[in-house]
Structure formats: structure tokens, C-alpha cells
């Protein structure tokens, strides 16, 4: 199994800058995607970014704003946010979908964070 712990979180201005981090324990070498979702308050979860091996994706809305970074252990997510805005406000979740070998075969699962909350003042 993969655990995922969220930190950084915290209340910023419009404007300012948070740095969140996700530490992984357990199967982390079978990690294949890392990434982070969103959810806001009455709204629908939503994915912020996400990285395999080198490669990175972004939403739209975060694009030029935001960097997802994984450390050379791999044990380790970073999402640096900056320029955010009232709209970023949202709990930010830390995910990872791993490979697991079972006696059914190869399969993929997924591992959540408990989420840390981001809150933007305008």
C-alpha cells in the first residue's frame, strides 16, 4: 500500500505564493502517476496536476501559476502555487496511482491524502 500526508497549507492573500507537500510511505517504488486534485466547497473534485516520470500536466486554470515537482527519491510531492487567487481557495488533495501484484495479477490502485486546506483572502 501507498499512505499519502499532506502539509502547507495555510490562509495567503490574493496574490501570494504557498509551497504544498505530500510524503509518501509504503510502496512508494510503485508509484506510477502523483498528483494533486482540488475541492471547494459545494463543487466537484477536480485534478490541479500530475507527474510520471518527467512528464507534467496542468489544468488550465493553474497553467503558468502553478509547478509540480516530485524529489529524486521519488518519496516526496510538491505543488508550489503562485499568484493565487480567491478562486484557488479549496482543500488540496495529494494522490498516487500504484501497481500492486496480487493473486488476481498486476493491478492498479489508488491512494488518497486527508487533504490540506488552502485559503485565499481577496
Known amino acids: 500500500q501507498v499512505h499519502l500526508a499532506e502539509s502547507g497549507g495555510g490562509l495567503v492573500s490574493a496574490g501570494g505564493s504557498l509551497k504544498l507537500s505530500c510524503a509518501a510511505s509504503?510502496?512508494?517504488?510503485?508509484?506510477?502517476?502523483f498528483g494533486w486534485y482540488r475541492q471547494a466547497p459545494g463543487m466537484q473534485r477536480e485534478l490541479v496536476a500530475t507527474i510520471r516520470a518527467t512528464a507534467t500536466l496542468y489544468a488550465d486554470s493553474v497553467k503558468g501559476r502553478f509547478t509540480i515537482s516530485r524529489d529524486s527519491a521519488q518519496n516526496n510531492l510538491y505543488l508550489e502555487m503562485n499568484n493565487l487567487k480567491a478562486e484557488d481557495t479549496a482543500v488540496y488533495l495529494c494522490?498516487?496511482?500504484?501497481?500492486?501484484?496480487?493473486?488476481?495479477?498486476?493491478?492498479?490502485?489508488?491512494?488518497w491524502g486527508q487533504g490540506t486546506q488552502v485559503t485565499v483572502s481577496s
Open positions: 494522490f498516487a496511482a500504484y501497481t500492486e501484484i496480487t493473486d488476481r495479477g498486476t493491478i492498479l490502485t489508488n491512494s
Open positions: 509504503g510502496r512508494t517504488s510503485s508509484i506510477i502517476d
